[in-house]
């Protein structure tokens, strides 16, 4: 135990002081807000400034009031000069674009036939829009030549709106559930990219180690075993320590640019909705709905979520960094590791594609409780089901499996490690590795 407690102080010393995890623990928070707060200053001012678009309009169908000007766009009327005079115009002059609506008596031809002239190829958004201008116009001239009054069609709209209520009488809300899903995202993306970033720092670590013949040396006092452990502790200690700091850098930084240039982190999440998911979102929150939201966050199991993410999270870590001590053991240099790196990277993906494409939509379903209990998926996949509430029985199986599969892997990967951090050479293959992990890896060692 002595032994293993300074080999995980030596690892974490060792990353600790190294400059480059110096300067990207300092320097990573303060880039990521920045570019965050750099491409939304920039898209803003890039929204703030107004789009002229020309429209010619030889169907007469349209009115001034069917192309208001708004915040973003001004619509200037150049029908009386034509198309062709008006596509000079917007050429030579400041304009976006020009779009051309034809004569034709039926609304079903003319819809296919408008065109929409520009310099550049149009923004998506401003299309959608003027389809969505001319769809709203030509539906309501149908309903009018269907003889249908459009002042009784608006006012038999009826914004319908569903309460829910659990069984014990407690009322919940909409809002709540898009608060789970962005735990549970946040929490299995973080994991995923703590495994990626700090598993691989273990398998650099090993091979560092075997290439400069060090191993030799440490594996004559400590067992190879400890030593495997200790480097995964080590680095995770690391991890961990470098993830908090970023957290609070991130938030100093954001407080601070949030000063700079003026906005808040609300309106950073909020610049790329819609103005209907804006109401939506204000309506939700508004008054007692506000409160409501309130009292459903401190109704979640934030204690038994803390719990479950430590454990996860560092059950996952621990799992898949034992995979990659292995491969880092097994190979003579970085380049060898590619072929082993898919497999294990596999199952991260798949309980990440897993978790946004069903766990989402359906946390209780039986893709979503399988792959919670299947150990290479389940740190991921449970992380984003337990804000849904998870009965405790999945849970307790989800985590058996995952320390039994824990204690397997790195049993597995210590006999891999044994034999491989003394082979040189030969590129391994699956077989040596399957070999290492066998009663015949002694006589390779004894040879």
């Known amino acids: 135990m002595k032994k293993l407690k300074l080999i995980i102080r030596r690892e974490f010393l060792a990353k600790v002081k190294n400059k480059s995890f110096l300067v990207m623990t300092f320097l990573s928070p303060i880039l990521m807000v920045g570019i965050g707060f750099l491409v939304f200053f920039l898209s803003k001012k890039n929204d703030e400034k107004v789009k002229k678009i020309v429209y010619v309009d030889e169907s007469k169908l349209f009115t001034e009031d069917d192309f208001k000007d708004t915040k973003s766009y001004d619509y200037v009327n150049y029908t009386?000069?034509?198309?062709?005079?008006?596509?000079?115009?917007?050429?030579?002059?400041?304009?976006?674009?020009?779009?051309?609506?034809?004569?034709?008596?039926?609304?079903?031809?003319?819809?296919?036939?408008?065109?929409?002239?520009?310099?550049?190829?149009?923004?998506?958004?401003?299309?959608?829009r003027l389809e969505s201008k001319i769809e709203s116009k030509f539906k309501n001239l149908k309903l009018t030549g269907f003889g249908i009054d459009l002042t009784k069609i608006e006012a038999s709209k009826i914004s319908a709106e569903i309460k829910m209520y659990n069984f014990s009488g407690e009322k919940s809300s909409k809002l709540i559930n898009w608060l789970k899903i962005g735990v549970g995202a946040i929490a299995g993306y973080m994991l995923m990219m703590f495994v990626m970033i700090y598993g691989?720092?273990?398998?650099?670590?090993?091979?560092?180690?075997?290439?400069?013949?060090?191993?030799?040396?440490?594996?004559?006092?400590?067992?190879?075993?400890?030593?495997?452990?200790?480097?995964?502790?080590?680095n995770a200690s690391a991890g961990l320590l470098q993830f908090?700091?970023?957290?609070?850098?991130?938030?100093?930084?954001?407080?601070?640019?949030?000063?700079?240039?003026?906005?808040?982190?609300?309106?950073?999440?909020?610049?790329?909705?819609?103005?209907?998911?804006?109401?939506?979102?204000?309506?939700?929150?508004?008054?007692?709905?506000?409160?409501?939201?309130?009292?459903?966050?401190?109704?979640?199991?934030?204690?038994?979520?803390?719990v479950l993410f430590i454990f996860y999270f560092l059950g996952g870590y621990f799992l898949y960094s034992s995979l990659f001590a292995a491969v880092g053991a097994?190979?003579?240099?970085?380049?060898?590791?590619?072929?082993?790196?898919?497999?294990?990277?596999?199952?991260?993906?798949?309980?990440?594609?897993?978790?946004?494409?069903?766990?989402?939509?359906?946390?209780?379903?039986?893709?979503?409780?399988?792959?919670?209990?299947?150990?290479?998926?389940?740190?991921?996949?449970?992380?984003?089901?337990?804000?849904?509430?998870?009965?405790?029985?999945?849970?307790?199986?989800?985590?058996?499996?995952?320390?039994?599969?824990?204690?397997?892997?790195?049993?597995?990967?210590?006999?891999?490690?044994?034999?491989?951090?003394?082979?040189?050479?030969?590129k391994p293959t699956y077989k040596d590795c399957l070999l290492y992990t066998s009663d015949a890896a002694d006589d390779l060692l004894c040879v």
């Open 80 to 128: 009386e000069l034509g198309i062709e005079e008006s596509k000079k115009k917007v050429e030579e002059g400041g304009y976006y674009g020009v779009i051309h609506i034809p004569q034709n008596d039926s609304l079903e031809l003319l819809a296919k036939s408008i065109t929409f002239y520009s310099k550049e190829s149009p923004n998506i958004s401003i299309i959608e």
């Open 330 to 426: 097994a190979v003579d240099n970085e380049t060898d590791t590619q072929q082993f790196m898919l497999p294990i990277m596999l199952p991260l993906i798949l309980g990440v594609y897993i978790g946004f494409a069903t766990v989402i939509n359906d946390p209780h379903g039986p893709i979503s409780t399988i792959f919670s209990m299947i150990p290479f998926t389940s740190p991921i996949v449970m992380l984003m089901r337990v804000p849904f509430g998870v009965p405790w029985y999945e849970i307790a199986i989800s985590m058996a499996l995952l320390l039994c599969t824990f204690v397997f892997m790195v049993w597995m990967a210590a006999k891999i490690y044994r034999v491989g951090i003394l082979m040189y050479g030969k």
């Open 200 to 234: 691989t720092s273990v398998m650099r670590s090993v091979i560092e180690e075997k290439t400069t013949r060090i191993i030799e040396v440490i594996v004559s006092s400590v067992k190879p075993f400890q030593l495997m452990l200790g480097k995964i502790i080590g």
């Open 244 to 306: 908090f700091i970023w957290g609070i850098i991130m938030l100093i930084v954001s407080i601070v640019a949030s000063s700079v240039f003026g906005v808040s982190m609300s309106e950073m999440q909020t610049s790329k909705m819609s103005p209907e998911q804006l109401e939506a979102m204000n309506n939700a929150v508004a008054g007692d709905k506000m409160q409501l939201l309130i009292q459903e966050i401190f109704r979640l199991p934030l204690v038994t979520m803390f």
